[in-house]
């Protein structure tokens, strides 16, 4: 039996955050028009352009990091546990904040969600760093996105708290 060849792994982990933000892109696409340009928001959110290709960046430099990570503590085992379940923990949140916020109009539940993940995504990072900074390192841009993310969640839901 041949042995997987090495990049397998690293092209697996940096795609599957990706997965989520694929699915998550397809409710987005077709609320943005219906519902979401309805909404007042802040001027200074980013324009809807903005979101894809800053997300595609942001799943990436985490999926790498995560790869990082399982290669230094050598795969699945006990020494991987919390680094990686932080991990998984904090993905799981971010895939979940698209249908909270954009499927079910729940803006309320979205910045719940996200200050969530935040906080799931600031241990991860701070788990990796003990494991490997350049991991750590590759969260830091995605920790500043979701700080700025939860503003924006937090002035829409506070300006458009009335609206379904």
């Given amino acids: 039996m041949e042995a997987v060849p090495g990049w397998v ?3 697996g982990f940096t795609l599957l955050p990706h997965a989520g933000g694929f699915l998550g892109g397809k409710i987005t696409k077709k609320e943005i028009p219906v519902w979401y340009e309805t909404l007042q928001k802040p001027s200074w959110r980013p324009p809807n352009w903005m979101f894809a290709p ?15 990570v399982w290669k230094e503590l050598g795969g699945f ?4 546990v919390v680094p990686l ?5 904090q993905l799981a949140l ?6 909270i ?3 079910a109009h729940k803006m309320g539940w979205g910045l719940v969600t996200l200050l969530l993940t935040t906080g799931a995504a600031t241990a991860t990072t701070a788990s990796w760093c003990n494991v490997n900074r350049t991991a750590a390192y590759l969260m ?7 700080t700025m993310a939860s503003v924006l969640n ?3 839901w506070k300006d458009n708290h009335n609206k379904k």
């Fill in 77 to 80: 085992n006990e020494k991987s």
């Fill in 140 to 146: 830091v841009p995605y920790l500043a996105w979701l």
């Fill in 9 to 11: 792994p690293a092209v």
């Fill in 101 to 103: 916020f954009f499927g």
């Fill in 54 to 68: 800053v997300w595609g960046t942001l799943y990436t430099s985490m999926g790498y990091g995560s790869y990082l």
């Fill in 94 to 99: 971010n895939w979940a904040w698209t249908p």
């Fill in 154 to 156: 937090y002035r829409i």
């Fill in 85 to 89: 379940g932080l991990y998984a923990g």
